[in-house]
Structures are given as structure tokens and as C-alpha cells.
């Protein structure tokens, strides 16, 4: 909560760190929602195995590891960044392959595609304000889509979606230490380690 | 002066003693599993077929009609029959052979569960046999994290569970857990794999409280807070579902999707009831 003494730059990281929470929840909401369309939609399990499905962001973490308020803002822009390129992949080839016809499923596809380029440029907006440089875009991959079976599209496109979700129960996780290191700390410049 | 009787009478009864202990420990008392159902055939030690001996189970002769020669034999064997069976040498009543008759089953396949109410802390696991064997078994658990082997610490009691700890979070890499089941009859096992979110089902809010509202005689305040197992409910918020009814009706009313932000619902008056959904476990993440 912002006290009296916290200064406007601080008041706004808390807004922004709010603003930014809640558009991940918003997110994991809708992503939740199109995971089972679309696993529906492609005639997928969804114990079906994507560990051979590479090229996609993790947002595994290990418990106990140590991370600055840069570096973990700074993970979270590269992933959000990466999954922009990702579902913009994924509703091409919806739409000119897999589902052509299905614009209802396209369309939600798209609406988190927004939002997550939003999430991105917030991310990139907060780390800007607490004095850390914008990590770099990091270049695609050089794997060519155009060579992947129907198949193929269809697991990676699920991978996309699995991993997206686990990033925005991760990224609030992040957030929500953002916040405390900074509350603790005093200050919203953060740059020391902190315990997960 | 003392009397030498007495002291013969019981360097007599102690050298007995000794030649029956000695006897006795000469036999290895073993446990002898049998299946539930199944004809049993003992053979009393060394002795002919045609020899003479008398069986004892718990210490009471067994009918002659149970045995064929020197061999007891037990058809259609039940839980009744387990107990410690005695062959003795027919003239000297010399022990010959013992044992020690446990009727069982082979174990079915165990029911193994895993439920994390803590996460992110970590998850347990619980298991328990669909059926009794009658006979000791013992539980082996592995735990995988993709390549990783995770360690299962068990508790003390129950003892049928046992604790992981989560290495890693947000891992889209499932786990793999393998439970087994041996006893001296057969063995059995049970996998099961799931993803990290999948087994997150947090243990019911706490304090729940429904009290009338002042001047609103029709209306119920309803409190509650979260599970205190929940460890960080500030990253991972729980929702919550209210359900309630008045008196003269049936049908439930549901309120869903309430935060803890929320903590004060009014709803109509009657019996109100605070229950926990159960949707897919990742629904209680936001």
C-alpha cells in the first residue's frame, strides 16, 4: 500500500507494477480459455508430450535461485517479447493452414496477441523507470517455419500456449517481489539480488 | 544346613529347560505366505511319509483326517488358517518342524494420489491398497521431474504419504510419479504423471463466519480468510465460491468468483454455506 512518505516515482512504479499485474491476470484468464479451444479445435490431448518442441521461451525457474529486480523484469520482457513472434506464428498458420475458416478462434488468438505486446511495452516502460536498460531484442531463431508438418504447427502451437500460461502465473510471482523489494528497500531503483 | 533336595530338584528342572531351549532354537520358526484360497502342503522336517507324528496349530492337536502320511494337509486355505503350526515326532514328542502359516493376497494396484496445498513450497503424495492383503507390504515411491530424481521424505505418521519439494516452478515439464507395491505374495505398481498446476488444490478457507446484519434482518455478513496453508496468497490469489440457501428451499444459490478482496459478501438470509469448488486445480490461480 503507498504511504504518504513514498515519493511520486515511487507511486508510480506502484501503479505500474499494479497495471501490469493486472493485465497479466487478464492474460492467464483468456490464455486458459484458448488452451481448451484450442486443443478442442486441433484434436489434441493435452497429456500429450511437447518436450521435443523446442524454440519456446521456458518459464521454468529453479526454487532458490537468485535474481535482480533487472534481471527478472528483464526475462519477462524477452519472453513476452519472443511469444509476440511466436503467436503471431501461430494464428498465420491458423489462418492459412490448420483452421482457415474459424475467424471466432482467430480473433481470440489476436486478442492476446495485443495484450501481450501491451504487457511487453509496459514491462519495458517499468524497467525504464526504475533505471534499467531495455534488454535488447534477442534475434529469431533459424528454424523455418514453412518446413513444419500440419502436425508439427499444431504441438508447437499448444507448446506456445502452455508456456505463455505457466509465464503469467510466473510473471506475477515476479511482480509481486518487484514490488516488496522495492517497499523494502525504499526506493524504486532495485539492483541487489533477491531471494526467491 | 540345607536341604540337598531341593538344589538336585532344580539342576533337574534347569538342565530340562536347557535341552528344550536347545531343541527349540535348533528349528528356524519361519513365516510361510500363502495365498488366500490354495492348498497347502507342509512336510514335517525330515521325517519319512510314513511316519508317525502329531500336528498342533497354536498349540492344539490337528484332526488325523488333515493329514496324508506324515504331511498336513490344508485345502482351500482361509485367513482362519493362519497360525503357528508344530510337527511332532510321534513316540518322543520330539519337535521336528514348525512354522508360522500366513494367509494373504498379492497386493492389487495401489490407488497413489498428489495434491499440492502449499505451492509453490511443494506437493505430497498419498496412496492406499483398494483392498487388504492380510500380510505385511512394503511402499517404494520415485519421483521424476523429467530426468530429475526427486526425494519423497516420508512422514512419520500417516505413513502412507510422504513430501516433495518443488526444484523448480512454472515448469511445463511433467512429473512422474511411480508407486510399488511388493509383499511376500507378489508386487504391484502404479504411475501417474501430471503437470505442476494440475495438483494444486488448496485446503478450504479458514474462519468462515456468517453473522446477521444490524438493522437488515433478511441478510447474512459472511467472512472468511484464507486456507493458512497458502503460503503466498499475494502471487497466487485464491478465488472462492459461495453457496447458500434459505430454509424453505431447495435449490442453492452460487456466488462465484470472489477474492479475498471481497472478504464481505452479503447474501440473503438462511443457511449459508462456504464450500470449495472443484473445477480444474489451475482455476484457483489467477
Same mark, same amino acid.
Given at each position: 500500500?503507498?504511504?504518504?512518505?513514498?515519493?511520486p516515482?515511487?507511486?508510480?512504479?506502484h501503479?505500474l507494477?499494479s497495471?501490469?499485474i493486472?493485465l497479466?491476470?487478464k492474460?492467464?484468464?483468456?490464455?486458459a480459455s484458448?488452451?481448451?479451444s484450442?486443443?478442442?479445435?486441433?484434436?489434441?490431448?493435452?497429456?500429450?508430450?511437447l518436450d521435443l518442441v523446442?524454440?519456446?521461451?521456458?518459464?521454468?525457474?529453479?526454487q532458490?535461485?537468485?535474481?535482480t529486480?533487472?534481471e527478472?523484469l528483464?526475462a519477462?520482457?524477452?519472453a513476452y517479447?519472443?511469444?509476440q513472434?511466436?503467436l503471431?506464428e501461430?494464428?498465420?498458420q491458423?489462418?492459412?493452414?490448420?483452421?482457415?475458416?474459424?475467424?471466432?478462434f482467430?480473433?481470440?488468438?489476436?486478442?492476446?496477441?495485443l495484450?501481450v505486446?501491451?504487457?511487453?511495452y509496459q514491462?519495458?516502460?517499468?524497467?525504464?523507470?526504475?533505471?534499467?536498460?531495455?534488454?535488447?531484442w534477442?534475434?529469431a531463431?533459424p528454424?523455418?517455419?514453412?518446413r513444419?508438418?500440419f502436425f508439427?504447427?499444431k504441438?508447437?502451437?499448444?507448446k506456445?500456449?502452455q508456456e505463455?500460461a505457466?509465464?503469467?502465473?510466473?510473471?506475477?510471482?515476479?511482480l509481486?517481489?518487484?514490488?516488496?523489494h522495492?517497499?523494502?528497500?525504499g526506493?524504486?531503483?532495485?539492483?541487489?539480488?533477491?531471494?526467491? | 544346613?540345607?536341604?540337598?533336595?531341593?538344589?538336585a530338584?532344580c539342576?533337574v528342572f534347569?538342565?530340562?529347560?536347557m535341552?528344550?531351549?536347545?531343541?527349540h532354537s535348533?528349528?528356524d520358526t519361519?513365516?510361510?505366505?500363502e495365498?488366500l484360497?490354495t492348498?497347502?502342503t507342509?512336510?514335517c522336517?525330515?521325517m519319512d511319509w510314513d511316519?508317525?507324528?502329531?500336528w498342533?496349530v497354536?498349540?492344539?492337536?490337528?484332526d488325523?483326517?488333515?493329514?496324508?502320511?506324515?504331511?498336513l494337509v490344508?485345502?482351500? #486355505?482361509?485367513?482362519?488358517? %493362519?497360525?503357528q503350526?508344530?510337527?511332532?515326532e510321534?513316540s *518322543? $514328542? =520330539?519337535?521336528?518342524?514348525? !512354522?508360522y502359516?500366513?494367509v494373504g493376497?498379492?497386493p492389487?494396484?495401489? #490407488?497413489?494420489m498428489c495434491? %499440492?496445498n502449499?505451492y509453490?513450497k511443494g506437493?505430497y503424495? *498419498? $496412496? =492406499?491398497l483398494?483392498s487388504? !492383503?492380510?500380510i505385511?507390504?512394503?511402499f517404494?515411491i520415485?519421483?521424476?521431474?523429467?530426468?530429475?530424481?526427486l526425494v519423497?521424505?516420508?512422514d512419520?505418521f500417516?505413513?502412507?504419504?510422504c513430501?516433495?519439494?518443488?526444484?523448480?516452478?512454472?515448469?511445463t515439464v511433467?512429473?512422474?510419479?511411480?508407486l510399488?507395491?511388493t509383499n511376500a505374495?507378489?508386487?504391484?505398481?502404479?504411475?501417474?504423471?501430471?503437470?505442476?498446476?494440475a495438483i494444486?488444490k488448496?485446503?478450504p478457507?479458514?474462519?468462515?463466519?456468517?453473522?446477521p446484519v444490524?438493522n437488515?434482518p433478511r441478510?447474512l455478513?459472511?467472512?472468511?480468510q484464507?486456507?493458512?496453508?497458502w503460503?503466498?496468497?499475494?502471487?497466487?490469489p485464491?478465488k472462492?465460491?459461495?453457496?447458500?440457501?434459505?430454509?424453505?428451499?431447495d435449490q442453492?444459490?452460487?456466488?462465484?468468483?470472489?477474492?479475498?478482496?471481497?472478504?464481505e459478501g452479503?447474501v440473503?438470509?438462511g443457511v449459508v454455506?462456504?464450500?470449495?469448488?472443484?473445477?480444474a486445480a489451475?482455476?484457483?490461480?489467477?
Amino acid at each position: 500500500m503507498a504511504s504518504a512518505e513514498q515519493s511520486p516515482v515511487t507511486l508510480q512504479h506502484h501503479n505500474l507494477c499494479s497495471r501490469v499485474i493486472l493485465l497479466t491476470r487478464k492474460i492467464r484468464s483468456d490464455v486458459a480459455s484458448l488452451l481448451e479451444s484450442y486443443v478442442e479445435r486441433q484434436g489434441l490431448d493435452r497429456t500429450i508430450s511437447l518436450d521435443l518442441v523446442d524454440g519456446v521461451p521456458g518459464a521454468a525457474v529453479e526454487q532458490g535461485g537468485e535474481l535482480t529486480v533487472a534481471e527478472r523484469l528483464g526475462a519477462n520482457l524477452q519472453a513476452y517479447r519472443a511469444f509476440q513472434a511466436l503467436l503471431g506464428e501461430v494464428l498465420e498458420q491458423q489462418r492459412s493452414h490448420l483452421t482457415p475458416l474459424d475467424t471466432d478462434f482467430h480473433a481470440s488468438i489476436q486478442s492476446v496477441l495485443l495484450q501481450v505486446a501491451a504487457l511487453a511495452y509496459q514491462l519495458e516502460e517499468l524497467l525504464a523507470l526504475l533505471g534499467h536498460g531495455r534488454p535488447a531484442w534477442e534475434a529469431a531463431g533459424p528454424e523455418d517455419p514453412g518446413r513444419r508438418s500440419f502436425f508439427e504447427m499444431k504441438l508447437r502451437g499448444l507448446k506456445v500456449l502452455q508456456e505463455l500460461a505457466h509465464w503469467t502465473v510466473r510473471s506475477v510471482r515476479d511482480l509481486r517481489q518487484v514490488v516488496k523489494h522495492s517497499q523494502g528497500s525504499g526506493t524504486a531503483h532495485g539492483g541487489q539480488a533477491q531471494k526467491e | 544346613m540345607a536341604n540337598p533336595v531341593p538344589s538336585a530338584c532344580c539342576v533337574v528342572f534347569a538342565a530340562v529347560v536347557m535341552v528344550y531351549a536347545q531343541k527349540h532354537s535348533q528349528l528356524d520358526t519361519h513365516v510361510q505366505y500363502e495365498r488366500l484360497g490354495t492348498d497347502v502342503t507342509m512336510q514335517c522336517g525330515a521325517m519319512d511319509w510314513d511316519a508317525a507324528v502329531t500336528w498342533t496349530v497354536n498349540g492344539t492337536d490337528i484332526d488325523e483326517s488333515h493329514l496324508n502320511g506324515s504331511r498336513l494337509v490344508l485345502r482351500n #486355505v482361509e485367513l482362519t488358517h %493362519s497360525g503357528q503350526y508344530a510337527c511332532y515326532e510321534g513316540s *518322543s $514328542w =520330539h519337535l521336528k518342524y514348525q !512354522t508360522y502359516l500366513k494367509v494373504g493376497t498379492s497386493p492389487k494396484e495401489p #490407488v497413489l494420489m498428489c495434491r %499440492s496445498n502449499n505451492y509453490p513450497k511443494g506437493f505430497y503424495c *498419498s $496412496w =492406499h491398497l483398494p483392498s487388504p !492383503t492380510y500380510i505385511p507390504n512394503a511402499f517404494n515411491i520415485t519421483v521424476m521431474h523429467g530426468p530429475r530424481d526427486l526425494v519423497c521424505e516420508k512422514d512419520a505418521f500417516p505413513k502412507n504419504r510422504c513430501h516433495i519439494r518443488y526444484l523448480q516452478l512454472f515448469s511445463t515439464v511433467k512429473y512422474k510419479v511411480t508407486l510399488t507395491v511388493t509383499n511376500a505374495l507378489g508386487r504391484n505398481a502404479t504411475t501417474i504423471t501430471f503437470d505442476e498446476f494440475a495438483i494444486v488444490k488448496p485446503d478450504p478457507p479458514e474462519n468462515v463466519v456468517a453473522k446477521p446484519v444490524s438493522n437488515n434482518p433478511r441478510r447474512l455478513e459472511v467472512r472468511w480468510q484464507n486456507p493458512s496453508s497458502w503460503p503466498d496468497p499475494e502471487s497466487f490469489p485464491l478465488k472462492f465460491f459461495l453457496r447458500y440457501r434459505p430454509l424453505i428451499l431447495d435449490q442453492w444459490q452460487h456466488v462465484s468468483d470472489l477474492s479475498i478482496a471481497f472478504t464481505e459478501g452479503q447474501v440473503v438470509g438462511g443457511v449459508v454455506v462456504l464450500y470449495r469448488h472443484k473445477p480444474a486445480a489451475s482455476s484457483y490461480l489467477l
